[in-house]
């Protein structure tokens, strides 16, 4: 057999995950608030980099990578992609072909919100909305059920009783296990989490932006709700996008985010931002750290932050992002309020 033919052999084999795994795994566990469920500590996003023009066979690496690694969280949504619906369809194929026999080791996340497809029905939180997107998330992931379903954001158009009775009614129907929210204010999950209470729907978690330049939810009130009433906070973004890494220490390459996504400007990086991250990268160097280590580690230093999700190009971008210190010295922290805030 020549090297050709055994190296298409073993790419169209069907793989498994490490059967070491257990004893290689580098990533912790924590509760989700008051209940039972355990996150790992770092999640996998599919947000644009499981998409229609990303490869397969590096997404694929991607979950194996992560598994192996320990992280069982795996967090996507109906519309991310690009093309709406194809990270979902990724994933899926993902899971059917290489994990079916794990699926009770995956936390599996969805969310449903932002527009799908035409028409009025086509997103907010409305139950006729939320009720056809997670039908529409199964199919595509192949799944009976997901293991939260988030609405990820508030709709100010449709009464918050009818989404939370929507969201209520499809974990009675077995299609969610627990139920999240998304992008809601302190306010608006208050609001929501006494609907959820009298119904008693297994509500979760609040999915929200948070790393070291963006403390939106320390001002707002969200995670001193979270502490006081018993929910979680996964973190989004917690490395801003790539900014808490070291892709922009030497200017703006051509082939990053900041050159391809309209959500990260190039003014954004200032010489004031830029002095800011170098001085962020000097304190992680004290602490044997690369920079991203030091912005993950810090987002989950409080114990409200049940995860953080993680976006990587490739496994080499994820297993540098797996050394998480969460121990911090009231000198260091003072060291980084101080950076954070000039």
């Known amino acids: 057999m020549d090297k050709t033919t055994f190296k298409h052999m073993m790419s169209n084999r069907e793989r498994l995950p490490d059967p070491m795994r257990a004893k290689k795994e580098i990533v912790g566990y924590r509760r989700a608030g008051t ?13 644009h980099n499981f998409g229609s023009f990303d490869s397969f066979e590096n997404m694929r690496d991607m979950v194996f990578t992560a598994f192996d690694s320990g992280i069982t969280t795996f967090d996507v949504a109906d519309n991310y992609g690009p093309r709406n619906g194809s990270a979902e369809e990724n994933f899926g194929k993902i899971v059917k ?67 939370c009775y929507a969201l209520h009614r499809l974990t009675e129907q077995g299609k969610a296990l627990y139920i999240g929210v998304s992008n809601y204010s302190a306010e608006q999950t208050l609001a929501a989490l006494k609907v959820f209470r009298e119904l008693h729907t297994p509500f979760l978690v609040n999915q929200a932006c948070y790393n070291l330049l963006d403390r939106t939810i320390e001002r707002n009130g969200l995670k001193e709700a979270a502490e006081e009433e018993g929910f979680a906070i996964v973190a989004y973004s917690p490395l801003a996008q790539g900014l808490l890494t070291d892709r922009y220490a030497n200017g703006i390459p051509a082939d990053s985010r900041m050159k391809k996504s309209w959500t990260l400007k190039e003014e954004a990086l200032t010489p004031a931002l830029q002095q800011k991250l170098q001085a962020l990268r000097n304190i992680a160097c004290e602490r044997g750290q690369t920079l991203p280590e030091l912005a993950l580690s810090w987002t989950l230093k409080d114990r409200t932050i049940a995860s953080v999700i993680v976006g990587a190009s490739s496994s080499a971008q994820l297993t540098d992002n797996l050394q998480i210190n969460c121990s911090f010295t009231e000198e260091e922290l003072r060291k980084i309020e101080d950076i954070c805030n000039r």
């Open 97 to 163: 072909e290489n994990f079916r026999n794990y699926r009770d080791e995956m936390l599996i996340a969805t969310k449903a919100g932002f527009p799908m497809w035409p028409g009025p029905y086509g997103n907010g939180g409305t139950a006729k909305h939320l009720t056809a997107a997670l039908n529409g998330s199964l199919a595509r992931l192949g799944l009976d059920y997901v293991d939260i379903f988030y609405h990820h954001r508030p709709d100010p158009d449709t009464p918050i009783e009818e989404t």
């Open 35 to 47: 209940s039972g469920l355990k996150f790992s500590e770092l999640s996998l996003g599919f947000w």
